[in-house]
């Protein structure tokens, strides 16, 4: 993957991000149900959640790939 590519993927992502936080805390400020858990009361806790929840389940995915999948090149021979 080229340079070009990767910033534009993190541009992607980081942006995405932002526009998530905005519209969660937004959503918040006009309507905001009763909280169950304490933690729902910070103002875009539901979007950097989710981000997070998505990033370490690619890390884990990929470390699992990395260690338990791949084999070496010649394993078949």
Same mark, same amino acid.
């Given at each position: 993957?080229? /340079?070009? /590519?990767?910033?534009?993927? %993190?541009?992607?992502?980081?942006?995405?991000? #932002? @526009?998530?936080?905005?519209?969660? =805390?937004? #959503?918040?400020?006009?309507?905001?149900? /009763?909280?169950?858990?304490?933690? /729902?009361?910070?103002? !875009? %806790?539901?979007? @950097?959640? !989710?981000? =997070?929840?998505?990033?370490? #389940?690619?890390?884990?995915?990929?470390? @699992? !790939?990395?260690?338990? #999948?791949?084999?070496?090149?010649?394993?078949?021979?």
């Amino acid at each position: 993957m080229c /340079e070009m /590519e990767k910033r534009t993927l %993190f541009l992607i992502y980081y942006s995405s991000l #932002l @526009l998530f936080l905005l519209l969660d =805390i937004a #959503l918040h400020l006009l309507h905001h149900p /009763e909280p169950h858990f304490p933690w /729902e009361r910070i103002p !875009g %806790f539901h979007a @950097l959640f !989710g981000f =997070i929840g998505c990033f370490i #389940l690619i890390l884990v995915s990929k470390s @699992l !790939g990395h260690y338990l #999948l791949m084999r070496e090149v010649d394993y078949y021979d």
